[in-house]
C-alpha cells in the first residue's frame, strides 16, 4: 500500500498568516491527490483534486502544487474558517490511502 | 443538492453484524462511483471501501477485505456497507461519499456520517 505522510503534525498560526502543509508519499503517485479539510463534529470537505484543481466553491486563497511524491497545500492569509484539520489522500493505486492529518490551530 | 444519509449505526457486540445504507439524491447515482470512508474517535480518516456505478467493481482495505461487502441497487438510489466479524477497531463514524464520476474516486460529496459502536 501507499503511504502518505503529513508536516507538520501540528501548526499554531494566526490570522493572515501563509500556511503551507506538506505530503510525501511512500511512492510516486503522479498527480493523484487529493487535500481535505474537516473541522470537528462535521464530514471532511474536498478542497483540491489532481493535486493542484480547485475544487468548485473553495476559496481562491487556497492553493496545491506537487507530483510524484511531494504535495503542497498553501494557504495564502489564514482566516477564522481555516482552522481545522487538513488530510492529503492519494487515488493512484488502490487502498486509497489518507496522509494522518495536520491539524491547524489558532496561535 | 446532492445529498448523502447515513444509516444503520449503532451497538453491536464483537463478532456481530451490521449492515450500514446511504441514501442518495440529487445526482444520478448509477453513473457515479461510491466510497466508505470511517473515523475511529479522535482519530484521522480510513478509507473503507468503493464501488464503481454500475457495481460491477468493488475495492476494499486490507483491514476490511473478507469480512465487509459493498453493494449498490441502482434502483433505489442506495448504497450499501455489510459488515461482518465486527471487531472493537471497527468502531468508528462510517460516511459515504460521492465520487466524480462512475470510475473516478475524487470524493466530493460526504454524508454527515454514522456511529458504529462495538462493544460487549
Known amino acids: ?107 | 443538492e446532492v445529498q448523502l444519509l447515513e444509516s444503520g449505526g449503532g451497538l453491536v457486540q464483537p463478532g456481530g453484524s451490521l449492515r450500514l445504507s446511504c441514501a442518495a439524491s440529487g445526482f444520478s447515482f448509477s453513473n457515479y462511483a461510491m466510497i466508505w470512508v470511517r473515523q475511529a474517535p479522535g482519530k484521522g480518516l480510513e478509507w473503507v471501501s468503493a464501488i464503481r456505478g454500475g457495481g460491477d467493481n468493488t475495492y476494499y482495505a486490507d483491514s476490511v477485505k473478507g469480512r465487509f461487502t459493498i453493494s449498490r441497487d441502482n434502483s433505489r438510489n442506495t448504497l450499501y456497507l455489510q459488515m461482518s466479524s465486527l471487531r472493537a477497531d471497527d468502531s468508528a463514524v462510517y460516511y459515504c461519499a460521492k465520487g466524480f464520476g462512475s470510475g473516478n474516486y475524487y470524493s466530493d460529496y460526504w454524508g454527515q456520517g454514522t456511529l458504529v459502536t462495538v462493544s460487549s
Not at chain 1, 508519499?25 to 474537516?38: C, P, T, V
Open chain 1, 1 to 107: 500500500d501507499i503511504q502518505l505522510t503529513q508536516s507538520p503534525s501540528f501548526l499554531s498560526a494566526s490570522v493572515g498568516d501563509r500556511v503551507t502543509i506538506t505530503c510525501r508519499a511512500s511512492q510516486g503517485i503522479s498527480s493523484y491527490l487529493a487535500w481535505f479539510q474537516q473541522t470537528p463534529g462535521k464530514a471532511p470537505k474536498l478542497l483540491m483534486y489532481a493535486a493542484s484543481t480547485l475544487q468548485s466553491g473553495v476559496p481562491s486563497r487556497f492553493s496545491g502544487s506537487g507530483s510524484g511524491t511531494e504535495f503542497t497545500l498553501t494557504i495564502s492569509s489564514l482566516q477564522p474558517e481555516d482552522f481545522a484539520t487538513y488530510y492529503c489522500q492519494q487515488l493512484k493505486n488502490y487502498p486509497f490511502t489518507f496522509g494522518p492529518g495536520t491539524k491547524v490551530d489558532i496561535k
